[in-house]
């Protein structure tokens, strides 16, 4: 199943690709750890987003979900950023971690961004 939206750059998009996801993982009997991992993760990336790409309105979600796989792009059309330069969080920071639980929760995960024409963060997880 593959599921591609184009939502608001707004906080209230967060919440609805995480229900989407979620219902998704459960029609397809996902293991509730896997379905947790994947909520955080693109809970992060979309905040992300939401954060940090100023001057686009609208960004992309593209769900692939399948019995033993689910990948996930969020796309905008922001500033962009350089992915080299995104470090280790400080220890006393509240926030900047997003990249960090995204790499640790999920599998392949690859980012690719250009200045001025937005941003792509892939991140994928299998299935037991």
Do not use: W, Y
């Not at 809970?43 to 686009?56: D, I, L, Q």
């Not at 689910?70 to 990249?99: A, H, M």
């Not at 999920?106 to 961004?113: F, L």
């Amino acid at each position: 199943m593959t599921v591609r939206l184009d939502l608001p750059r707004e906080a209230g998009s967060v919440p609805t690709v995480r229900r989407l996801l979620r219902s998704t993982l459960a029609v397809l009997h996902i293991d509730h750890e896997a379905q947790d991992d994947l909520e955080i993760a693109v809970t992060e990336a979309c905040s992300n987003v939401v954060r940090h790409a100023a001057g686009t309105e609208m960004f992309e979600v593209c769900l692939d979900v399948a019995e033993n796989h689910c990948s996930i792009d969020v796309r905008d059309n922001g500033p962009g950023f350089d992915p080299d330069k995104v470090g280790p969080s400080q220890e006393s920071s509240e926030s900047g971690r997003g990249l960090e639980l995204i790499k640790a929760l999920a599998e392949n995960v690859r980012m690719h961004s250009v200045t001025r024409s937005g941003s792509l963060i892939h991140f994928e997880k299998s299935f037991a």
